[in-house]
């Protein structure tokens, strides 16, 4: 077995510090030992630019369409392939997903899923994260990483959207932002996808998302914007019509918008088949076809390839625009260096191992991503002593959840985890990847507690609930697991057709937490999932502990947090209601039309803004979590830095405030608290009543305190006129609100403008 040797390594020593038997895992404790290759600035992509012009040049007129052609649906290595030009020694681009890690790849990790990574709120972590990602795409001679995702969860039963960052496109964009540099850290090129309005899978082929210029702009484009400030190489448009145009040949949205307004340099490509035209694609920004043909396994025929030479020869489509589509493809190529050196491709049966030590940056992920969001009379963590001499401590795990698939970890479901029938640890569809192995509950609690001298035992039977009372009812403790899973529209898990047909759990679960709450005064409920789930039975468990898809340290990260090793820190990326109709708009499952209108009429209202608007109660809020300890804030500053300039736009941000405040830990135990600053805009402009603009993880000791200083940027108090089609800073009050969550709010200020 061949162990690949990267310029670009990452060093993941755990770092632990001991507070009163806790210990603490950080975020310091992977440090990159490289230096991060300059994406952003305009110079490099100048110097990109230069290079690809000279390569262009030098192509005949078949050789350029070949570079926006993919080879069709297993055409070769790869998920999608861009063919080689040998004359010009161009080996060609391997492109493959996927969010979770590199996919049908052997020797190669299965990551927390990036709902997990912005459940840290950690800007190192998901940097970091990213950066060993890069590692793994880069090792398997990947060029094109098809990642990050970042729709918005518009509905909370979306199938995908456990692949992006949650309900906020702040968050959605400082996450995508971090995942971007590390992954293109190491000279791979990622890939900002899906833009823009593939909020739902049931008829995402279809539908036409009708979403109005300003909600485009301070809600669904934020994140895809500060991709572009982050320097990412390609965008991947979606399957959905956007206003009546599809997402792939919409001038709008993909000229207009994002190469002109965002100055967006690099190429975009088609999602698989989504295009539904050549002519009308390449005029309306489309640069690459994938993966070449019109439908799976149809190449060579396709709407580019021979198509689109014989439009550039009638006149349809200009020479000028076929440079400019190769152009922007090799710039990213040249920007990433992967003219020099970069390793060939060897996804499978090459003995090419990539994992290095990445385990530790997934187990961190997978600890530092739970949400502790119950936890009465402080059951948890769990006692590492029995309460009595020689009567060790027992624990009941229930559910299919805790332990491991009949089948392995890969077995069920054929290659994209189509299937749940043991713990839940990836969505299913192209966002997955395989597991090198997966740590189930049951094991790490298991080797766990034995190590303390307590026992285990467990029911994985979800529906046979005497036998489940039975055991829970001679524990101590019952850990009582349940999941509900989500993915991609070409697989139907249960019934479900990517998106999830309700917010309950499955497998029984809500009967099988009840009875078991009814005899084990000590039920604490773990729950894997996809996204928000109802609790019917929250008031009769003593804890919740939402784990999500933590990857394949799935049960080593929950055992940490459950006994103590590492303190919870996550908070919610998106709002836990009480009933699914709170939300402010649902999944259209059906529709008459062929083409269903999708209308996006609660514009700027997503998520926890709905909630306040409409004065609804949730049962969590965005931004909630608990900790083994307790903070306080305090010393709230706002610092006017300059004017804000005439002419505001995403190229050219300037900071305009700093917010400075303090955060204690006033608990008996290190921790780490996300602090989280929102802005509420000068009454009379249609905005929410606060929206998320800054947040930041601090660590601390017992009695310990961090200085915290965010600053807020032009455009971060700006609003989108449609009539001028610009940003403006409107004149009045501001009001800064700092807190642990979106309703927890500790510290308030304002400014004038």
Known sequence: MMMMSLSCTSSATARRSSCLGLLFLSSAVLSISCAAIDTSSA?????????????????????????????????????GNINPIPRLNFPGLCLQDSPTGVRFADLASAFPASINAAQTWDKTLLYNRGVAMCEEYRGKGVNIALQPMMNMGRVA???????????????????????????QSCGVIACAKHYIGNEQEHYRDQETSNIDDRTIHEVYGWPFMKSVQAGVGSFMCSYNQVNGTYACQNNRTLNQILKDEYGFRGFVMSDWWAAKTGVASALGGLDMMMPGDITANSYPLSYFGKNLTEAVNNGSVSMNRLNDMATRIMAPYYLMGQDKGFPPVSLVGKGVNVQGNHSSIIRQVGAESIVLLKNENWILPLPSKAPQPGK???????????????????????????????????GWGSGTTNFPYLITPLQAVTVRASANGQSVSSSLNDWDLNAAADAASKADYALVFANCDSGEEYITVDGNMGDRNNLSLWHNADNMISKIASVNPNTIVIIHSVGPVLMPWLSSVRAVVYAGLPGQESGNALADVLFGNVNPSGKLVYTIAELETDYPAQVVYNS??????IDYTEGLYLDYRWFDVKNIQPVFEFGFGL?????NYQNLTVTMVDDVPDNINSQNDTVVAHVRYTVLNTGRVAGAEVSQLYLAFPTGLGEPLKVLRGFEKSFLQPGGSAQVDLSLTALEVSTWSVSSQRWQVAHGQYT???????????????FNL
């Open 43 to 79: 110079s490099s992509w100048d110097e990109a630019y230069a290079k690809a012009t000279s390569f262009v040049g030098q192509l005949t007129l078949d050789e350029k369409v070949s570079i926006t052609t993919g080879l069709g649906w297993g055409g070769g290595l790869c998920v």
């Open 157 to 183: 039963a979306g199938g995908r959207n456990w692949e992006g960052f949650g309900g906020d496109p702040y968050l959605q964009g400082e996450a995508a932002y971090q995942t971007i540099l590390g992954v």
């Open 392 to 426: 060790p401590t027992t624990f009941a795990l229930i559910g299919s959840d805790a332990g491991p698939s009949p089948s392995g970890p890969n077995g069920c479901g054929g290659s994209d985890h189509g299937c749940v029938d043991g713990t839940l640890a990836q």
């Open 592 to 597: 008459p039309q062929p083409h269903p209108e």
């Open 627 to 631: 900790s083994y300890t307790s903070f």
């Open 736 to 750: 800064t609100y700092v807190g642990a969550s979106s309703r927890d709010i500790r510290l308030k200020g304002s």
